[in-house]
Nanobody, 126 residues
């Protein structure tokens, strides 16, 4: 069983930065892609970023590309999301997730992921 715990969320002003962390336990995940999703009130959960098992390939949603950076440290079984130039529309609960899929087309929808964290709130004030 995999447990994921996110941290690093909070309240920040427009243009500010936050770094989210997601620590995994229960199993080594160095062979799995790990992703970030977010869900704003009244909206569906949406893809933000994903990094493959090595961190060598990372994909981003158009809305965050150039502002967010997803990385991982396999030695620590942890994935990160550095968020810069934050906007009010980035306000959401952010979730990390682990996929057991190996084809990148499966990485962009929630259904492709097997394990989820509890989420961390990010609020960007205008």
């Amino acid at each position: 069983q995999v447990q994921l715990v996110e941290s690093g969320g909070g309240l920040v002003q427009t243009g500010g930065s936050l770094r989210l962390s997601c620590a995994a336990s229960g199993r080594t995940l160095s062979g799995n892609a790990m992703g970030w999703f977010r869900q704003a009130p009244g909206k569906e959960r949406e893809f933000v970023a994903v990094t493959n098992w090595s961190g060598g390939n990372t994909y981003y949603a158009d809305s965050v590309r150039g502002r967010f950076t997803c990385s991982r440290d396999n030695a620590k079984n942890t994935v990160y999301l550095q968020m810069n130039s934050l906007k009010p529309e980035d306000t959401a609960v952010y979730y990390c997730a682990v996929t057991e899929k190996y084809y990148y087309a499966d990485y962009f929808e929630p259904v492709g992921y097997s394990y989820w964290g509890q989420g961390t709130q990010v609020t960007v004030s205008s």
